[in-house]
């Protein structure tokens, strides 16, 4: 039987010396050790500065019903839903709505772990790799079904995922993948896949590509266009896949960067093959001056498929509040507004519908085919994870070199 603390110690890293990006959500991963230097840091704070604390509201004060309280403590990722959100919610339903933000799902289950069950948060979005492990030591809250009558709302094909059968603590925020963006006036022939990806990147795009600062992501490249698992133990795999990365690939990237798009290298033309989310690529094709000069490519044989979720803290001090604020964005119109700002698919069924009417740009990037969505793979939590860090850490030895 597998003691508690190595669980814990799976799922937090002994130190997070990096800046951990918003989709880098097995970044870090190590080690014995992790509780004690990590609950001593406890209070760090996420992208946006926050304390880590239950801080300021983002909407009007309000009494509200009298079972859902006065308020509702949010711990998320850094800008990672609409504002107009929690105004609204607090409007309708009356909880006062308070965000602190972290930077890594091991930063948020540190803070979990060190307050045993007094965080004072109530709603936490965890990835889903993360939630059987969190609820086997007591972090999670079951949810309570009957008080989420929209849970009839999803698409079935993202509900019931390995992690969490029967969403028994958790149901999915928004979802979305990896693929790549290339400057079509650089690279003039087709490219479909991740072998064209990496041919790109060392030939037309050499000096000019960005790679995802996330280890899982970027040994993702290897494993998916040699249609392997990317999630193997194998330690002969990994060792190829470290070889082709750090000696082949990696004097050819550019920059390692969580965010082409949005962080502005597409808009000012930095880069002329970037690997890139999906969310993100998007909003740099909003941002660009001329989109047409560009494509988006959601690359076979297999991609990487990630859910965040909706799940409630232990001890949550507010749980009919916190049921009710899901309960609440599971609505399609209510959804529609998480879409519009964050840009990946919230897997509530009609929204593309209303995506439509509204003119959201870009619909594509959100909504995927059918065929599409059945080339992706779950990423794991496993004991290559750590591997992964080192190979992402050669190989930007080696492209500074």
Not at 84 to 107: C, H, M, Q, R, W
Not at 142 to 155: G, T, V, W
Not at 370 to 384: D, H, P, W, Y
Request: proline share 6%; aromatic share 10%.
């Amino acid at each position: 039987m597998t003691d508690s603390s190595d669980q814990i110690r799976a799922l937090v890293p002994t130190t997070l010396a990096r800046h951990i990006s918003r989709r880098g959500f097995l970044t870090g991963l190590a080690a014995a050790g992790a509780i004690p230097a990590l609950a001593a840091c406890g209070g760090s704070s996420g992208s946006s500065g926050s304390s880590g604390q239950p801080s300021a509201s983002s909407g009007p004060a309000s009494s509200g019903p009298a079972q859902l309280g006065s308020s509702l403590s949010v711990y998320t990722w850094g800008a990672y839903d609409n504002p107009k959100t929690f105004t609204n919610f607090t409007g309708a339903l009356g909880p006062k709505v308070s965000i602190s933000s972290y930077d890594s799902n091991p930063e948020m289950i540190a803070k979990l772990v060190s307050a045993k069950g007094t965080s004072g948060y109530d709603i936490v979005v965890p990835t889903g790799p993360y939630v059987p492990q969190m609820a086997a030591n007591h972090l999670l809250m079951e949810l309570d079904h009957a008080k989420l009558p929209n849970l009839k709302n999803y698409d079935p094909a993202y509900l019931d995922k390995p992690w969490d059968r029967g969403n028994k603590y958790s149901v999915p925020k928004d979802w979305g993948s990896t693929g790549f963006v290339y400057d079509t006036t650089k690279i003039t022939r087709p490219m479909k896949t991740w072998n064209d990806f990496l041919a790109a990147a060392q030939n037309e795009a050499s000096g000019q590509t960005s790679v995802l600062d996330d280890p899982d992501e970027f040994v993702g490249l290897y494993f998916f266009a040699h249609d392997m698992s990317w999630t193997t133990t194998n330690q002969s795999d990994l060792k190829k896949c470290q070889a082709f990365l750090v000696d082949k690939l990696a004097p050819h990237i550019k920059k390692f960067d969580a965010y082409p798009g949005s962080g502005g290298g597409m808009p000012k033309g930095e880069y002329t093959l970037m690997q890139a989310w999906n969310g993100d690529a998007r909003q740099g094709f909003l941002a660009v001056k001329n989109a047409s000069q560009y494509k988006w490519v959601l690359p076979g044989p297999a991609s990487h498929l990630w859910i965040d979720n909706w799940s409630i803290a232990a001890g949550a001090p507010h749980p009919d509040a916190a049921h009710a604020f899901i309960n609440y964005v599971l609505d399609p119109g209510h959804s529609l507004l998480e879409i519009e700002f964050i840009g990946y698919n919230t897997a509530i069924v009609g929204t593309e519908a209303k995506a439509k009417a509204a003119g959201l740009k870009y619909l594509d990037m959100i909504y995927f085919t059918k065929a599409q969505v059945a080339e992706l793979q779950s990423g794991a939590v496993n004991s290559a994870t750590q591997t992964h860090v080192s190979i992402l850490n050669a190989a930007k030895a080696a492209a500074a070199g």
